[in-house]
């Protein structure tokens, strides 16, 4: 099973800024289309945001302007700003690769609360 670590979550005032961090081996993060996804209590797991390997990127549009999503190849890693947060943007993100597979991460809430 492939390991995907997630950092950065957190509880945040409305308006404020949060970025998450998941790093994955090497050898798949080359070749992953690399995602974020959210679920909040008794929702579905929704996409956010994905990143191909040629850095074309592709949003919901609930975060659309507000979020953004990069790739760092030389640390394996992807990342997901988060600027303007609203309180419906409170769930657990969770990051996902696509390759030959599919692999989770484990999920980092984010609380978006004055």
């Known amino acids: 099973q492939v390991q995907l670590v997630e950092s950065g979550g957190g509880l945040v005032q409305p308006g404020g800024s949060l970025r998450l961090s998941c790093a994955a081996p090497r050898s798949i993060f080359s070749i992953a289309v690399m995602g974020w996804y959210r679920q909040a209590p008794g929702q579905q797991r929704d996409l956010v945001a994905t990143?191909?390997?040629?850095?074309?990127?592709n949003y919901a549009d609930s975060v659309k302007g507000r979020f953004t999503i990069s790739r760092d190849n030389a640390k394996d890693t992807v990342y997901l700003q988060m600027d303007s947060l609203k309180p419906e943007d409170t769930a657990i993100y969770y990051c996902?690769?696509?390759?030959?597979?599919?692999?989770w991460g484990q999920g980092t809430q984010v609380t978006v609360s004055s």
């Open positions: 996902n690769a696509r390759y030959y597979s599919t692999s």
């Open positions: 990143i191909t390997t040629r850095d074309s990127t």
